[in-house]
């Protein structure tokens, strides 16, 4: 079943602004996780944030973590063409993982 | 380096055919390994999963089964496909013991059932 939300389903934005994208879930979750999918191909992961976490940051990458509110986001900062891609956040459930259905993210030079 | 191959990357069948997708692992032993699938524009449908050699779960009652025959190949399999098993299937693997959980994915099966 799908755990994780994703908003906005799509976004697009001019090179050089930042991205910002958020996941919602529904129960308790141990770490929760953002891949990133280019077009026709599979997933690669982006960051984990733990639940006792509030927030990570990786290059340019920032996740945020709300367990109160069962939410999380992710910020892209200074975007880039190569930036453009579905993002999906993932929670785990024992030895699975449930993805949402994503956020498109186009980048326009 | 771990590594995860999926083959075919592409494949045509009409309805009622059978169905054989391979995923092996490299580079790590005992891996979990997953099947997912993801219609077009859509998330990720987790189809089954395994912690062990001829261990599977599977998440949703369907037409497709799968085998782990051994411990870094998992198999996706079908004897009669129908229209709605289109698809793109990823297979992926994870550590079974590990702080992480991070899944690596292979590049991919798109599937079209005509």
């Known amino acids: 079943s799908q755990q994780g939300e994703e908003d906005p389903q799509a976004l697009s934005i001019q090179e050089g602004e930042n991205a910002t994208m958020n996941c919602s879930y529904k129960t308790s979750i141990n770490n929760l996780q953002w891949y990133r999918q280019n077009s026709g191909r599979g997933l690669v992961h982006l960051i984990l944030i733990r639940s006792n976490e509030r927030e990570k940051h990786s290059g340019r990458l920032r996740v945020t973590l709300d367990t109160s509110k069962k939410s999380s986001s992710l910020l892209i900062t200074a975007s880039r063409a190569a930036d453009t891609a579905s993002y999906f956040c993932a929670t785990d459930s024992e030895y699975k993982l449930s993805f949402g259905a994503g956020t498109t993210v186009t980048v326009r030079a | 380096s771990q590594t995860i191959h999926q083959w075919p990357a592409t494949l045509v069948q009409p309805v009622g055919s059978p169905l054989s997708l391979e995923c092996t692992v490299e580079?790590?032993?005992?891996?979990?390994l997953y099947w997912y699938r993801q219609a077009a524009g859509r998330g990720l449908q987790l189809l089954f999963y395994s912690v062990g050699i001829g261990q599977i779960s599977s998440e949703v009652p369907q037409n497709l089964s799968a085998s782990r025959p051994q411990d870094r190949q998992f198999i996706l399999s079908s004897k009669k496909l129908l229209l709605s098993d289109s698809g793109f299937y990823l297979c992926?693997?994870?550590?079974?013991?590990?702080?992480?959980?991070?899944?690596?994915f292979g590049e991919g099966s798109r599937l079209t059932v005509l």
């Open positions: 992926a693997w994870s550590s079974l013991v590990g702080p992480n959980g991070e899944l690596f």
């Open positions: 580079g790590t032993s005992n891996p979990n």
